[in-house]
């Protein structure tokens, strides 16, 4: 029950109740419109009332003076530098690389390392790494793969031996080589500025004096704690009083500590050539693993080179396969047959093409995508426009699609950075241990976890993604970036397993299509589609479902439901309240830099 007469209070307050009230229904009726009604209070009266009897959502608006109603705050507007993480202190550490006269790329290896001790939850240097990198002098992008490949002893026999029909999630057997040391490392080498140890010294004092851990993580570690307590190591490391830290309780990892120090005084080579090294094999090969130490000493990141496709005048970046970046660029590819704009955000026929786009990119991923220095991964062909048009006549736009047969074509959580600097570099940098904190292998003395990669391969050995020594995975964690007329626009990453080339996808149209800012389109209320085929061997039989964040329209949802949709609550499983990912971006426009992170997280974006 509203009380009407609170509109005929004194004309200040009525002038904030009139803007509340235009900022809940401005995207459904005209501005004129409301103008030209909102002149007297009998109106008003009769409006309001009549549009909270029609309200059919969950308002999630934050009652700002500016920009969309799901805007959480304004965009970070800077000159010389900034960046874009999803915690303060690393977000503050980049800056201060930028600030010492440091470039981009100093300052997000920074941020990662601090990153690996604040947010072990999602990253860490028992994991890998991905970059796309702006030089502004060489006016080129350069993509990096640095993600850690299968020890050359397993094979798909020994498992099947043990009685196994897939790989495991934790334990020794999903672990490969961690990748993202020797990524600092080939960054620093090829593009940084300042000494390598220099960019250690605010990880190593957090993890030595301590720090107070945020609200996410400290969840996160309590759930991890549930599947990890009784492996060795972990509560040494992150449960020293038999419980994992509380929000704001101050956590030191001094074994970290140690090990930073020996990374930043060899270049990284302590990893794999010296003690950490060692200490990697002898705890992954006592729990049952297969690891040796040329395993580490022969890795390589490899330098690659970006693939894109146009947007609507906008070149989209990825990363090629083994990652699913490109899965990103199938969807974009699809739906710009489609007047997007005009049907609108939020709206079933939107959302239903999306998804039908997904789905179509996804039976591809799970067929094609795969190490390619081992396996044919038909790229030009996937991401090109023609093959987008073949695919679109798939869709239906009355009926969902429940079951996919891919063409023959011939020939869990993570963390996301970004940095740009007054030189006019820009990085877009992604790192993860996979399922959140990663395999529950925690090597003695080292004060980190290990990666679990490897389960995402295939145990078929027909497959292109089949396990194999020496072999890479399919990786889910992918940078992105976008440019315009050659130039650099942006960039940007959605962290989330899965979600992520869909997340990628929506906010490119939430920027493009939809012309949100660089904030509301991380603000925006997400969807994901989960089922589909998958690389590791599963296939989608039933269309997969749907679930929504807070905000979108319930009449549009029962629409997409009438056409065949499966929605699923996302409050059912405790899971899925965390499955749309985390965003950080940045944009360069007008030699101005503008900054958003994602509110869903604990970090922000700052710039100086």
Known sequence: VINTEHLSSKSASKGK????????????????????????????????????????????????????????????????????????????????????????????IAANAVLGLVEPTGCGIGGDLFAIVWIEEDKKLYGLNSSGPAPKNISISKLKSMGLEKIPPYGPLPVTVPGAVAGWTALHTKFGKLNFDELFVDAINYAEEGFPVSELVAYYLNRSSEIFKDYKNFSNVWMKNGMTPVKGEIFKNPLLAKNYKDIAKTNGNDFYNGNIAKEIVNSINESGGFFTLND?????????????????????????????GIAALQILNI????????????????????????????????????????????????????????????????????????????????????????????????????????????????????????????????????????????????????????????????????????????????????????????????????????????????????????????????????IGHEIKNKNDDEY????????QAIMKKNEVLIGASESRKDGHASGY
């Open 17 to 108: 109740l009139f803007n509340k009230i235009k900022r809940v229904i401005n995207l459904r009726i005209k501005w004129v419109y409301i103008n030209s009604i909102f002149n007297t209070e009998k109106n008003m009266r009769l409006i309001l009332l009549s549009f909270l009897f029609l309200l059919p959502f969950k308002s999630n608006g934050y009652d700002r003076i500016t920009g969309l109603e799901f805007a959480s705050r304004s965009e970070v507007f800077a000159k010389n530098g900034m960046a874009a993480t999803s915690h303060p202190l690393a977000t503050q550490t980049a800056i201060s690389i930028l600030k010492r006269g440091g470039n981009a790329i100093d300052a997000a």
């Open 296 to 324: 580490l000493s022969s890795f390589e990141p490899e330098w690659i080179d970006p693939v894109s496709s146009n947007y609507r005048g906008y070149d989209v970046w990825e990363l090629p396969p083994n990652g699913q």
């Open 335 to 562: 739906l710009e047959n489609y007047n997007i704009s005009e049907l609108g955000f939020g709206s079933s026929e939107y959302l239903h093409l999306f998804t039908e786009a997904k789905k179509l990119a996804y039976e591809d991923r799970a067929k094609y995508y795969a190490d390619k220095s081992f396996a044919d991964v038909p790229v030009k062909k996937l991401i090109s426009k023609e093959y987008a048009n073949e695919r679109n006549l798939l869709i239906d736009k009355d009926r969902t699609l429940k079951s996919i047969d891919p063409v023959e074509i011939e020939n869990g959580d993570t963390i996301y950075l970004t940095v740009a600097d007054k030189y006019g570099n820009m990085i877009s940098l992604i790192q993860s241990n996979y399922r959140g904190m990663g395999s529950g292998v925690v090597p003695n003395n080292t004060g980190f976890m290990l990666q679990d990669r490897g389960e995402m391969f295939n145990l078929d050995e027909t497959h292109r993604n089949s396990l194999l020594g020496g072999k890479r995975p399919f990786h889910t964690i992918i940078p992105a970036f976008v440019t315009k007329n050659n130039k650099p626009l942006m960039s940007f990453g959605v962290m989330g397993g899965a979600m992520q080339p869909q997340g990628h996808a929506q906010i490119v149209i939430n920027l493009i299509d939809f012309k949100m800012n660089l904030q509301e389109a991380g603000d925006a209320p997400r969807f994901r589609h989960v089922g589909s085929s998958q690389p590791t061997g599963e296939v989608m039989i039933d269309g997969g479902f749907l679930i929504f964040e807070d905000g979108f329209n319930k009449d549009q949802l029962k629409k997409l439901e009438k």
């Open 576 to 583: 899925m309240k965390g499955a749309f990912g985390g965003y």
